[in-house]
């Protein structure tokens, strides 16, 4: 009943769908604050959608029990962030087949060009080289655009390195629509600038991501929390010693103060005043405390998850069920507009 009660409420809110890759046994802290914890907070506000994306995964090679286990993992980290199986529908995305089925009518709608222009494709294939590159790589965003266009979501909750394909979605739902009739809802991006991209603490020029060249710079959630509270301490900064918010001149820094922002809820201009006169070690030492504080009781709720897979399992499954009965009449919609016989079997 409560289910019911939540679902009818949540049908007068704004869709919102968003997923993650279980590429690796941690989701880093970018992936928090730039998606998670927002998707933490729309489930009060919005209809929403939550999907760890097993099927993008595997467009570079995995290990197979490794590739299980990460997904395990992955929806465990959400729940243990606060998603909470009543008020959103959180689900695997090889459970619900139509993101699959209708992702190839996405690529039979995109242009070969306009698929080679996608700047994450073209920095991946860049680094794998052509031979190691897969096709799947290559339509990776048009199994985006159906995952979003599937529940007819009007926001996406990602990071800044997600605009392309976001913009891609709005084209190809735009562009279906005008071939074939009204079908897709066209999807914003949601993107916060404060967190829309957190910085590698050791390379605060390129963004805080699994494939960096070193881990220290990068704040996985479920490593030790002193592992972590180190990481902050030896942060790179620069020569100055004023702690002040200055994105071109002080990118170390500036990445601390954002984040220290993030996570404690004070301003950048407050932090400023709060951290005049200290020295860069005052900022780190006050940044790894927030962060273990918060990350210690989240350590644990994911434990819980993990410690009982078999109730994982259970969410999992039927929030795949839910999943389905909005992705299933959306595929059905898109077919029949297409031209596909109906099938009566
Ligand atoms: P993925 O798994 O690489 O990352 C998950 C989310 O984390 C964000 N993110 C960051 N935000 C700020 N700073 C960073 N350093 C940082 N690193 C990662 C990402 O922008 C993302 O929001 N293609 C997607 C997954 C996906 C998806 C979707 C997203 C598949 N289908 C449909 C939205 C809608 C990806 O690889 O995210």
Redesign the pocket.
């Given at each position: 009943m409560t289910t019911d009660r939540a679902s009818a409420a949540a049908n007068d809110r704004p869709r919102v769908?968003?997923?993650?890759?279980p590429?690796s046994g941690s989701f880093?802290l970018?992936?928090y604050?730039?998606?998670v914890r927002q998707w933490v907070d729309m489930q009060d506000t919005h209809d929403t959608f939550y999907?760890v994306?097993d099927q993008?995964a595997i467009t570079v090679e995995q290990d197979p029990a490794q590739l299980r286990e990460n997904t395990r993992v992955s929806a465990a980290q959400l729940l243990g962030a606060g998603l909470d199986p009543e008020r959103c529908t959180l689900f695997v995305q090889s459970h619900a087949p139509e993101h699959a089925q209708l992702a190839w009518v996405m690529n039979c709608i995109t242009g070969f060009g306009e698929a080679a222009r996608m700047t994450q494709f073209k920095d991946k294939s860049a680094k794998q080289g052509n031979d190691h590159t897969s096709v799947g790589l290559f339509t990776y965003p048009d199994?985006?655009v159906a995952?979003?266009l599937l529940y007819q979501a009007d926001e996406?909750p990602?990071?800044?390195?997600?605009r392309q394909?976001l913009e891609l979605s709005r084209t190809l739902a735009e562009r279906f629509n005008h071939r074939y009739g009204q079908t897709f809802t066209v999807p914003t991006a949601f993107i916060p600038k404060a967190?829309?991209?957190?910085?590698d603490l050791q390379d605060p020029g390129v963004?805080?991501?699994k494939s960096a060249s070193s881990p220290k710079g990068i704040v996985n959630l479920l490593d030790d929390a002193k592992t972590s509270a180190k990481k902050f301490k030896s942060a790179v900064t620069d020569t100055e010693t004023v702690i002040r918010y200055d994105e071109e001149g002080k990118p170390g820094v500036s990445n601390l103060l954002r984040i220290h922002s993030a996570m404690s809820g004070q301003t950048v201009e407050q932090l400023e005043a709060h951290f005049e006169g200290k020295m860069y070690g005052a900022l780190k030492t006050e940044l790894a405390e927030l962060f273990v504080e918060w990350v210690t009781p989240f350590q644990r709720r994911t434990n819980e998850f993990l410690d009982d897979p078999a109730a994982l399992d259970k969410v999992l499954a039927q929030g795949a069920e839910k999943a389905r009965a909005v992705a299933g009449p959306t595929l059905a919609a898109a077919y029949e507009r297409i031209g596909f016989l109906a099938s009566r079997h």
């Open positions: 769908f968003s997923g993650i890759q590429t880093h970018g992936n604050l730039g998606a999907c994306v993008h199994l985006m995952d979003i996406v990602v990071g800044e390195d997600q394909h967190t829309a991209k957190i910085y963004k805080m991501s």
